[in-house]
């Protein structure tokens, strides 16, 4: 081989060895960033993962919250009519966070089965509702979710 194919050819392997590992760097960032949603139907079934970051929604459940009067811990239940998840959360809750509302927690799911919130995030006006909320609340008013779906997350961001 010429030796300046031979310089041209090391020069292009390098570079697609590089393109190769940014790309699989970048992947792998963007892989541990992602927050997946699961509606309550979809935790209570065991589909979500444990000690990951994901996202849960539905409708905060009548005379489910419960405050710690002597610090911030609050703890409440999701529901998409179908099935709820208790949602543990230290912090200051949003203005518009309240029973019967539309809530979206994110956070953490431990082996208690117990949704450890370190966001919550609560609709900005009565007509509004995330989608992903939306459909899994059709869906469990539906019927249409069965334990056994393994559809996986509905959405991600």
Do not use: W
């Not at 960032?29 to 139907?41: D, E, G, K, T, V």
């Not at 849960?56 to 999701?78: C, H, I, N, T």
């Not at 998409?80 to 949003?94: A, K, R």
Request: aromatic share 8%.
């Amino acid at each position: 081989m010429h030796p300046i194919r031979k310089k041209r050819l090391t020069i292009v392997l390098f570079l697609l060895a590089g393109i190769a590992v940014a790309v699989g760097l970048t992947t792998y960032a963007l892989r541990q960033n992602i927050n997946l949603f699961y509606a309550p139907s979809q935790i209570a079934a065991g589909d979500a993962p444990l000690d990951v970051r994901i996202r849960a929604g539905g409708m905060v459940e009548e005379g489910s919250v419960q405050r710690d009067p002597e610090s911030l811990k609050v703890e409440f239940r999701v529901t998409d009519f179908n099935s709820s998840v208790l949602v543990e959360y230290t912090g200051i809750l949003p203005d518009l966070f309240a029973e019967g509302q539309g809530v979206v927690a994110m956070g953490r799911l431990n082996a208690s089965g117990r949704f450890v919130a370190d966001q919550v995030l609560a609709k900005h006006d009565e007509n509004y509702m995330p989608p992903e909320v939306a459909e899994a609340l059709e869906r469990a008013s539906a019927g249409t979710h069965k334990a056994g779906d393994s559809s996986g997350p509905e959405t991600a961001y």
